[in-house]
């Protein structure tokens, strides 16, 4: 077997240690630091991205392969870095102001990350001047989460700033009592169910 389809079934069983020790081997064989990261880690976590999204996995097993990423990344990261490799895009993502949930804007930084993005996290409870500073600062595109009814709404606030600046960034939204509609309503580019959808969602909107 491949050493990147070791490191992806590693990674999938949420065995970061495993990860860790085999991107390192992997390295040492001389295999380009952005292939291992394409073709084990973002593999992987595409394969865990894919089966939550059927429910065949669930919100412990996703923040587990999540884990081993951010382990496999830790080692590749550096060499990434000083190697220039473009990231596929760069998502500011936070909760909404007056909102503190932040378990579903973590699973789908998490799942961003393990795409292969930039992942800037502004947190709970943000401002929308906050999200228009990730803007300002290059940010692709800008994630928005709310959990209350009472908070989604200011979403709204957030995509009115960012216009009115003129930023480019794409803006997608989601979280348990936001919908479809609520999205085409107050014009954001976008709407995601889960975190798995955001990633795709994410990629076509950037093209990625
Ligand atoms: Co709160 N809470 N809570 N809570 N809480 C809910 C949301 C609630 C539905 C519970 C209920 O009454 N049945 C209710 C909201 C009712 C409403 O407005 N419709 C509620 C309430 C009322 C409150 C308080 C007001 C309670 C109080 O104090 N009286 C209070 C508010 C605090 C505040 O924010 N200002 C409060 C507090 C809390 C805790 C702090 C105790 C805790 C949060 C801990 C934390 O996040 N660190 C908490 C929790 C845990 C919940 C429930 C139980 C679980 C939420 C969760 O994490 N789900 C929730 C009830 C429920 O949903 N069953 C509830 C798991 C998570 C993975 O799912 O976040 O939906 P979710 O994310 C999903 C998708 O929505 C999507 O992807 C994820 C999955 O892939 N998604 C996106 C999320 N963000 C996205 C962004 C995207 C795309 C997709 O693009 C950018």
């Given amino acids: 077997m491949a050493d990147f389809e070791l490191i992806s079934q590693a990674l999938q069983k949420g065995k970061a240690d495993e990860v860790k020790e085999l991107v390192s081997k992997a390295l040492e064989e001389g295999n380009d630091p952005k292939e291992v990261l394409e ?5 992987g976590m595409g394969i865990i991205g894919a089966k939550f999204k059927r429910n065949e996995v669930y919100i412990p097993e996703v923040l587990i392969a999540a884990r081993a990423m951010h382990a496999g990344m830790s080692i590749l990261e550096p060499l990434l870095v000083a190697a220039g490799v473009k990231m596929a895009g ?10 503190l949930h932040d378990i ?7 799942m961003f990350k393990g795409a292969g993005f930039n992942i800037i996290d502004l947190g709970v409870d943000v401002p929308a001047e906050k999200f228009v500073a990730a803007a300002d600062e290059g940010a692709d595109l800008i994630g928005l989460s709310a959990l209350l009814t009472t908070t989604m709404t200011s979403m709204k606030g957030v ?22 509609e609520y999205a085409d309503e107050i014009e954001a580019h976008g709407y995601a169910a889960d975190a798995a ?3 795709d969602l994410g990629k076509t909107l950037l093209g990625a």
């Fill in 104 to 110: 579903g804007k973590n699973l789908v930084g998490m």
């Fill in 90 to 99: 760069k998502l500011a993502i936070g909760t909404v102001k007056g909102d």
């Fill in 39 to 43: 073709e084990s880690l973002i593999a």
């Fill in 197 to 199: 959808s955001a990633v």
């Fill in 159 to 180: 995509i009115e700033a960012l216009k009115e600046k003129g930023f480019a960034s794409r803006v997608i939204i989601g979280g348990a009592p936001v919908t479809k």
